[in-house]
């Protein structure tokens, strides 16, 4: 009994190796060179000149957080006639336009100005880009709101770094996921000018590098990730993150939502991957990039995951005890768990000029408990995204969770059918 259960254990070692090669030892290295350079990076001061801002934001259907969104940058601490306002709505069918009003009247220190463009969101945002003069331009979301100081930091970190042609801020809604994804994460891929993709909610140009591109492409669901690739490998250019520079949007309303959105999100990466596969990426750039590297080995994981989820109850079978099994389930909840804990104590630094952000935060710090979990649902809706996008057609709203059981149903009742047919056909 003995000796199985140290053969059983020896197996899930094995497996082991896996997460403690590419997530465990990777996050202890950027662990220590994310605090260095919190330690010895420099406050910026404002520019003696500031630049005028183009703040785009694309509307559908916004009449319950457009005016928030507005109000945010009436509360901005950026000098108001230094902002040009582009409202660009896609089609709405309900009192956007009317919101915009009230807005407009509130808040007359505002330049805005109201746009349409009912050809989706990518269509919008072009739209505005044409019509849009400054030196820089800064898209954001309708169903959210910035930070007063967020405008000030996103100037700070163009006027210190000439050679940025491109940056995303942190986005808050879904707020401990997006803390570790945003303050460790993205500050994680910025040190190593690896940022994969730039934020569609928050994102910020330099209008020189914006006309030099073939603008937002509206053959994909991901035109934030299409942008960056553009940036990246067609004009040479360097893409970076603002970690001071806040966005509150939205949270979902829903584990339905979530299904649906993190889909879209997965097949909109694999749509713009495949397309510069085709022009300037290959497999074979494994080792020399990051976007390719990054792409196999996260698959690779988050795979591995769902087999982890389900491989208790075939183990079970195999005649794996429950005592090993178990004690193995409880050694991954605790790497993980450890990661987790390495990335709030990173989120918690970032946090430091954000003094209410940060007691929130640790009035909430136990919910990293339950983080691998709700980690876990989301690579299964991955894989799921990942499977559909090889076989259904790719659509901006998708399908909910609801809907694609009533079509997996329809699927297993006309096997069954079938089955029952070719057996009394035997017969």
Same mark, same amino acid.
């Given at each position: 009994?003995?000796?199985?259960t140290?053969?059983?254990m020896?197996?899930?070692?094995?497996?082991?190796?896996?997460?403690?090669?590419?997530?465990?030892?990777?996050m202890?290295?950027n662990?220590?060179?994310?605090l260095?350079?919190?330690k010895?990076?420099?406050?910026?001061p404002?520019?003696?000149?500031?630049p005028?801002?183009?703040?785009?934001?694309?509307?559908?259907?916004s009449?319950?957080t457009l005016?928030?969104?507005?109000?945010?940058?009436?509360?901005?601490?950026?000098?108001?006639?230094l902002?040009?306002?582009?409202?660009v709505?896609?089609?709405?069918?309900?009192?956007?336009?009317?919101?915009?009003?009230?807005?407009?009247?509130?808040?007359?220190?505002?330049l805005?100005?109201?746009?349409?463009?009912?050809?989706g969101?990518?269509?919008?945002?072009?739209?505005?880009?044409?019509?849009?003069?400054?030196?820089?331009?800064?898209?954001?979301?309708?169903?959210?709101?910035?930070?007063?100081?967020?405008?000030?930091?996103?100037?700070?970190?163009?006027?210190?770094?000439p050679?940025?042609?491109?940056?995303t801020?942190?986005?808050?809604?879904?707020?401990?996921?997006?803390?570790?994804?945003?303050?460790?994460?993205?500050? !994680?891929?910025?040190?190593?000018?690896h940022?994969?993709?730039?934020?569609?909610? $928050? /994102?910020? +140009?330099?209008r020189?590098? #914006? *006309?030099?591109t073939?603008l937002?492409?509206?053959?994909?669901?991901?035109e934030?990730?299409?942008?960056?690739?553009q940036?990246?490998?067609?004009?040479?250019?360097t893409?970076?993150?603002?970690?001071?520079a806040?966005?509150?949007?939205?949270?979902?309303?829903g584990?339905?939502?979530?299904?649906?959105?993190?889909?879209r999100?997965?097949r909109?990466?694999?749509?713009? !991957?495949?397309?510069?596969?085709?022009?300037?990426?290959?497999?074979k750039?494994? $080792? /020399?990039? +990051?976007q390719?590297r990054? #792409? *196999?080995?996260?698959?690779t994981?988050?795979?591995?995951?769902?087999?982890?989820?389900?491989?208790?109850?075939?183990l079970?079978?195999?005649?794996y005890?429950?005592?090993?099994?178990?004690?193995?389930y409880?050694v991954?909840y605790?790497?993980?768990?450890?990661l987790?804990i390495?990335?709030?104590?990173?989120?918690?630094?970032y946090?430091?000029?954000?003094?209410?952000?940060?007691?929130?935060?640790?009035k909430?710090?136990?919910?990293?408990?339950?983080?691998l979990?709700?980690?876990?649902?989301c690579s299964? *809706?991955?894989?799921?995204?990942?499977?559909?996008?090889?076989t259904?057609?790719?659509?901006?709203?998708?399908?909910?969770?609801?809907?694609?059981?009533?079509?997996?149903?329809?699927?297993?009742?006309?096997d069954?059918?079938?089955?029952l047919?070719?057996?009394?056909?035997?017969?």
């Amino acid at each position: 009994m003995f000796d199985q259960t140290v053969l059983q254990m020896g197996f899930w070692a094995t497996w082991l190796l896996i997460p403690v090669i590419f997530e465990e030892i990777p996050m202890i290295i950027n662990f220590i060179r994310l605090l260095h350079h919190h330690k010895i990076r420099k406050k910026t001061p404002l520019p003696d000149f500031l630049p005028v801002l183009s703040i785009i934001i694309p509307t559908y259907n916004s009449s319950k957080t457009l005016y928030r969104c507005l109000k945010s940058l009436a509360d901005s601490d950026y000098p108001k006639n230094l902002l040009g306002i582009f409202v660009v709505d896609n089609g709405s069918k309900d009192d956007t336009f009317q919101v915009f009003a009230k807005a407009q009247t509130d808040y007359p220190q505002l330049l805005m100005r109201w746009l349409t463009s009912p050809h989706g969101k990518s269509s919008a945002l072009n739209a505005a880009i044409y019509k849009a003069r400054s030196q820089y331009i800064i898209n954001i979301d309708s169903d959210g709101r910035l930070d007063k100081h967020a405008l000030n930091n996103i100037v700070k970190k163009f006027s210190a770094n000439p050679n940025i042609d491109a940056l995303t801020g942190t986005i808050l809604n879904e707020y401990f996921e997006y803390c570790q994804t945003f303050l460790a994460g993205r500050n !994680i891929e910025n040190n190593s000018n690896h940022i994969f993709t730039l934020s569609g909610a $928050f /994102s910020a +140009f330099k209008r020189e590098t #914006l *006309i030099r591109t073939y603008l937002y492409s509206t053959d994909t669901i991901s035109e934030d990730t299409d942008m960056t690739f553009q940036i990246r490998y067609n004009l040479k250019g360097t893409i970076s993150f603002c970690d001071d520079a806040i966005f509150y949007s939205e949270p979902i309303s829903g584990f339905s939502e979530l299904y649906t959105q993190r889909q879209r999100w997965q097949r909109g990466e694999l749509e713009v !991957i495949n397309k510069y596969l085709s022009q300037v990426l290959s497999w074979k750039q494994f $080792f /020399s990039n +990051f976007q390719i590297r990054r #792409l *196999i080995i996260d698959h690779t994981v988050t795979f591995l995951k769902i087999i982890w989820m389900f491989a208790i109850f075939i183990l079970l079978g195999f005649g794996y005890s429950w005592i090993s099994l178990l004690f193995s389930y409880a050694v991954i909840y605790l790497l993980y768990l450890f990661l987790e804990i390495s990335s709030s104590i990173c989120v918690y630094i970032y946090l430091g000029s954000f003094p209410e952000e940060r007691k929130f935060y640790l009035k909430n710090i136990w919910m990293i408990f339950l983080l691998l979990f709700y980690n876990l649902l989301c690579s299964f *809706i991955r894989c799921v995204g990942i499977i559909n996008a090889s076989t259904t057609t790719t659509t901006w709203q998708g399908i909910n969770i609801i809907q694609e059981g009533q079509q997996v149903n329809q699927i297993i009742k006309k096997d069954i059918r079938q089955l029952l047919k070719r057996k009394n056909y035997d017969d």
